[in-house]
């Protein structure tokens, strides 16, 4: 072997792409997809009871949507919205378009209460308390949003 030869093959072993450490793993362990289920499950819960009031056209639910400056003409199209983002976060393979799509969802929310002048922790702030419960038991349970944000 040359010189030039052996001195490239030294500056190949050293390189730092050969002394890359190993990522931990980001499988969630059996304790953490159980949290996670229980976690999901909530926000499940919560928003499957709003996404059925605002289907059904419950008294609640239109006298809320117009105090909020809405026509309840609009009850159905946003229920029926609410239904796509629930159907795509069930769904494990689409679980994270489901949750950016409900990330999206309490967006509008928070700018409708924003708008309306509600007070701030007990409305304004309350969708940030369920996208916590949508990210935090999808986190819990998904390896691909570990992987994410590692």
């Not at 949290?35 to 056209?57: E, Y």
């Not at 400056?69 to 919205?81: C, F, K, V």
């Not at 007990?122 to 819990?140: K, M, Q």
Request: hydrophobic residues 50%.
């Amino acid at each position: 072997m040359t010189t030039l030869e052996a001195t490239q093959s030294s500056l190949i072993a050293t390189s730092p792409r050969n002394n890359v450490a190993q990522p931990t793993s980001t499988v969630p362990s059996r304790r953490a997809i159980i949290a996670g289920r229980i976690v999901s499950a909530f926000a499940v819960l919560f928003l499957t009871f709003d996404v059925v009031f605002k289907l059904i056209q419950h008294a609640e639910a239109i006298r809320g949507t117009t105090e909020l400056g809405y026509p309840a003409s609009s009850l159905l199209p946003i229920g029926l919205i609410g239904l796509v983002c629930l159907i795509a976060y069930v769904v494990p393979r689409t679980s994270i378009l489901g949750a950016v799509l409900w990330t999206g969802y309490l967006g509008g929310a928070i700018a409708t209460h924003v708008r309306v002048d509600n007070p701030l922790f007990s409305h304004v702030l309350f969708p940030i308390y369920v996208a916590v419960f949508i990210w935090g038991g999808l986190w819990l349970r998904d390896a691909r949003v570990r992987a994410l944000l590692r």
